[in-house]
C-alpha cells in the first residue's frame, strides 16, 4: 500500500466502550498528526508527534490517548467518549515536523466516529 | 495566532463554467499558504501552495491560486470545471508556530 491508510474507516461506539484507530504511512515521513474533522467546522488538530515523541497536543481531552510506536505508526486510544466526539478523525504525516509550515502534510481517508 | 476565512460555505458551479473560491487569512508576517480538496469518503489532498516567490501558484487538476498580499487573500481558481471537481476544498495557513489553520471549507457542487 502507499501514502496514508486508517483503519477502520467507520467506527460505532458506546460511550462506555474502549476502542481504537490506527495510522499507518508508507511514506517514509518522521511527523504523524491526528485531526479532528467536524461538520462545517475547521479541522482541529488534536496531536503531533515527531520522531515518535509527541511534540503536541492541542488541549485535548484525556479521553483520548495517542500512541506513536514508530515513525509509520500512529494510534488514537478512545475510552469514555461523548457524543459531541462524533467526527470524522483524519492522520497526516510530513516529512518532518520541524518545517510543517512549509512541508506537506499527507492525509489519509479518515475514520468516521459516531458516539451514541 | 493565525486564522483562515472561507466566506462561501456553498457554491455550485455548471459544468464548463470558471470556478473562484475565496479564502481571506490573518497573520502578522509572511503566510504559508495551501489548498487542499476533499473528495467524499477520502483524505484531503493538497492542491497547491504558496512560501514565496511569484504570486501566482499553479497547482494539480488545473487549479491556480492568487496571493494577494494587500488583500491578505489566496483565492484558488480553475478556468473550466468539470464533474470530477465536485468537493470540499480546504484553504489553510501555517506560520511560525509550524501549525496549520485551516478554514471550514468550500463544498462545490457542479451541474451538468
Known amino acids: 500500500e502507499t501514502g496514508v491508510t486508517q483503519t477502520p474507516r467507520h467506527l460505532v461506539m458506546g460511550m462506555t466502550n474502549k476502542k481504537s484507530l490506527k495510522c499507518e504511512q508508507h511514506?517514509?515521513?518522521?511527523?504523524m498528526y491526528w485531526y479532528k474533522q467536524s461538520a462545517k467546522k475547521p479541522l482541529e488538530l488534536m496531536f503531533v508527534?515527531?520522531?515518535?515523541?509527541?511534540?503536541e497536543n492541542n488541549s485535548v481531552p484525556s479521553r483520548f490517548s495517542p500512541e506513536c510506536p514508530n515513525s509509520s505508526h500512529l494510534f488514537l486510544h478512545l475510552h469514555t467518549l461523548q457524543p459531541e466526539d462524533s467526527a470524522l478523525y483524519l492522520c497526516?504525516?510530513?516529512?518532518?515536523?520541524?518545517?510543517?509550515?512549509?512541508?506537506?502534510?499527507?492525509f489519509g481517508p479518515g475514520t468516521r466516529l459516531t458516539v451514541l | 495566532a493565525q486564522s483562515v476565512t472561507q466566506p462561501d460555505i456553498h457554491i455550485t458551479v455548471s459544468e464548463g463554467a470558471s470556478l473562484e473560491l475565496r479564502c481571506n487569512y490573518s497573520y502578522g508576517a509572511t503566510p504559508y499558504l495551501f489548498w487542499y480538496v476533499q473528495s467524499p469518503g477520502q483524505g484531503l489532498q493538497l492542491l497547491l501552495k504558496y512560501f514565496s516567490g511569484d504570486t501566482l501558484v499553479q497547482g494539480i487538476k488545473g487549479f491556480e491560486a492568487e496571493f494577494k498580499r494587500s488583500q491578505s487573500s489566496f483565492n484558488l481558481r480553475k478556468p473550466s470545471v468539470h464533474w470530477s471537481d465536485a468537493a470540499e476544498y480546504f484553504c489553510a495557513v501555517g506560520a511560525d508556530d509550524y501549525k496549520l489553520s485551516f478554514g471550514a471549507g468550500t463544498t462545490v457542487t457542479v451541474r451538468a
Open positions: 511514506l517514509g515521513h518522521n511527523a
Open positions: 497526516a504525516s510530513s516529512q518532518d515536523w520541524a518545517e510543517t509550515s512549509t512541508d506537506t502534510q499527507y
Open positions: 508527534y515527531n520522531f515518535k515523541e509527541q511534540t
